[in-house]
C-alpha cells in the first residue's frame, strides 16, 4: 500500500469501473468516502451501498437530489428552449453540475482535500465535473483516474478491469454486458459507445421513452392534466415523472444524432428524452403566444449560447450565470395554458391560451376589419422594397 495521502470523495455509481477505482485509491493510500447521486435513475441504491462499504469506503452518501435537479437544472433549461446543436436537450449535460454540487459539498462536509470521478479522459463530463468543482471550491483537488498514465496503462480496456475486479473481489455482473454504454436520469437516458461508435449500425434495442394532454405553464410548468382521466400532478417531480411515464408509452423523445465534443472529436449517441420532449414543444408555444417579436429573436440567440455552455461543462461561468438571469428575466409573461397529444413517437399542440396572450383575434381577423388600415400597407411594402 502506498502512503497515506487523505481522504478522497469518489463520486460512484456502482458499475465496474468506479468500483474498482474505489479499491485502485484505497491501493493509492487514500481512505475513500463514496457518494451516490439519486437523480432519478433506476438503482438499488441499498445494494450499491452495501457493496462501497464492502469494498473499502469509509463512509457512503446516497443524496437524493431528483428535485433540485428539477427545479434549478431542467426548469431553466425548458425556459430556455435549450437544445445543443439542434437537437440535443442536454440530459446528461445538466445532471452533472447537479452531481458535482453536491460532490464538492460532501467533501467539505468531510474535510477531504480530494474529489475523484470516473469519467474518460475522452468526454464531455470530465469537463462539466471538474469545471463545477473548481467553480464551488477552487482549493479542491482532482483525482482523474482515466487521465492518469499509471491508472488507463494498467487498465487499456474492460478486460483488464474485469481481471482486476475478480482479483480483488470486486461483484461483477454475471449476465453479458450491454453492447454500448448507457447513462441514465431524470432527464433522459443516453446510449453511447461500444457498438454504436459505428454510426452505420441500426439500434433495434428497446424504445423506453415517456405526454400528456393539458399540461399548464407559468414561468416554470406547475401543473399537468390529463384530459381523459383527470388526473393531475402539481410538484415539480411527480409532474416530471407522470410526463416521462406518459410519454414512454408512446415513443416519445428518441433521437440517433452524430454531435460535437468539446474536446474536439464526434460522437455518436442515442437519447430518449420523454417529459423534456414535451415540455419544450409545450413552452416553446406558450413562449411565441406571450412574447414580444424582437425580445424573442434576441432571446432565441441567448438560448443557442446557453445550449453551448450547458453541453460544455460551464454551468457557473460568469457568462452563464448572466444568461440565466437574462432568461429568468424573458420569462415573466410567458404564462397559461397549452393543451397537446402525444402519439407515435410525436407530440401535437392542440390549443393554448393566456392572460397574457399577445393574440389579437380581432386585429387579425380575415372577416374583421379590427383597429387596421390595409392602405397603410402600401407604404410598408414600398419602403421595403427599396433595396
Not at 207 to 235: F, H, Q
Request: proline residues 4%; aromatic residues 10%.
Amino acid at each position: 500500500m502506498a502512503q497515506p495521502k487523505g481522504t478522497v470523495v469518489l463520486a460512484y455509481s456502482g458499475g465496474l469501473d468506479t468500483s474498482c477505482i474505489l479499491v485502485w485509491l484505497k491501493e493509492q493510500g487514500y481512505h475513500v468516502v463514496a457518494y451516490l447521486a439519486n437523480i432519478g435513475q433506476k438503482e438499488d441504491f441499498e445494494a450499491a451501498q452495501k457493496k462501497a462499504l464492502a469494498l473499502g469506503a469509509k463512509k457512503v452518501y446516497i443524496e437524493d437530489i431528483s428535485r433540485e435537479f428539477v427545479e434549478e437544472f431542467i426548469w431553466l433549461a425548458v425556459q430556455a428552449n435549450a437544445l445543443y446543436e439542434d437537437r440535443y436537450l442536454l440530459g446528461t449535460a445538466l445532471a452533472r453540475p447537479c452531481i458535482a454540487r453536491k460532490l464538492v459539498e460532501i467533501a467539505q462536509r468531510e474535510g477531504a482535500q480530494y474529489v475523484a470521478h470516473g469519467a474518460t479522459g475522452k468526454g464531455n463530463d470530465q469537463v462539466r465535473f471538474e469545471l463545477t468543482c473548481y467553480a464551488l471550491c477552487p482549493n479542491i483537488k482532482i483525482v482523474a483516474p482515466w487521465r492518469l498514465p499509471e491508472f488507463y496503462q494498467r487498465f487499456p480496456g474492460r478486460r483488464e478491469l474485469m481481471d482486476y475486479a475478480k482479483k480483488h473481489g470486486i461483484p461483477v455482473p454475471v449476465t453479458p454486458q450491454t453492447p454500448w454504454s448507457m447513462d441514465e436520469n431524470l432527464m433522459h437516458i443516453s446510449y453511447e459507445a461500444g457498438i454504436l461508435e459505428n454510426p452505420k449500425v441500426i439500434d433495434h434495442g428497446r424504445l423506453a421513452s415517456m405526454a400528456t394532454t393539458g399540461l399548464r405553464a407559468s414561468r416554470v410548468p406547475v401543473k399537468v392534466t390529463n384530459a381523459g382521466d383527470g388526473a393531475t400532478r402539481c410538484s415539480a417531480l411527480e409532474l416530471f415523472m407522470y410526463l416521462n411515464d406518459i410519454a414512454g408509452k408512446h415513443g416519445v423523445g428518441r433521437i440517433d444524432i452524430v454531435e460535437n465534443r468539446f474536446v474536439g472529436m464526434k460522437s455518436r449517441g442515442i437519447y430518449e428524452t420523454p417529459a423534456g420532449t414535451i415540455l419544450y414543444h409545450a413552452h416553446l408555444d406558450i413562449e411565441a403566444f406571450t412574447m414580444d417579436r424582437e425580445v424573442r429573436k434576441i432571446k432565441q440567440g441567448l438560448a443557442l449560447k446557453f445550449s453551448e455552455l450547458v453541453y460544455n461543462g460551464f454551468w457557473h461561468s460568469p457568462e452563464c450565470e448572466f444568461l440565466r438571469q437574462c432568461i429568468r428575466r424573458s420569462q415573466e409573461a410567458v404564462v397559461g395554458t397549452v393543451r397537446l397529444s402525444v402519439f407515435k413517437g410525436q407530440v401535437y399542440i392542440l390549443g393554448r391560451e393566456s392572460p397574457r396572450s399577445l393574440y389579437n383575434e380581432e386585429l387579425v381577423s380575415m372577416n374583421v376589419q379590427g383597429d387596421y388600415e390595409p392602405a397603410d400597407a402600401t407604404g410598408f411594402i414600398n419602403i421595403n422594397s427599396l433595396r
